[in-house]
């Protein structure tokens, strides 16, 4: 089971760490994506983590959002920074056993954290 949490409310150019719990599971042993979804739009890639901790994050993400894990505390987390208010949306953690961007290769999946950025 993956539990997203540390969504909330910031301004435009603020800064939010998420963190995906894993519990029954070490997050070592698979990969590890987030994704998102702002209100009336398709769930999109934002980044992952492989087993081996190689990193990919979305092309337009890259220099403002960075995933990373703490084995020891079984966690990953997503910093963002210098957000704007089109990061606005459910941002939710998901697990595969394939290092990939697709939604639909992760098979298990977080409730989501809500992520608003006020302009």
């Known amino acids: 089971q993956l539990q997203a949490s540390g969504g909330g409310l910031v301004q435009a150019g603020g800064s939010l760490r998420l963190s995906c719990a894993a519990s029954?599971?070490?997050?070592?042993?698979?990969?590890t994506g987030w994704f998102r979804q702002a209100p009336g739009k398709e769930r999109e890639f934002v980044a992952a983590i492989s087993r081996t901790a190689l990193t990919v994050t979305a092309d337009s993400l890259k220099g403002r959002f960075t995933i990373s894990r703490d084995n020891a505390k079984n966690t990953v987390y997503l910093q963002m920074i210098s957000l704007e208010p089109e990061d606005t949306g459910v941002y939710y953690c998901a697990s595969s056993t394939m290092f990939s961007r697709q939604s639909t290769r992760y098979d298990r999946w977080g409730q989501g954290t809500l992520v608003t950025v006020s302009s």
């Open positions: 029954g599971r070490t997050f070592n042993s698979f990969a």
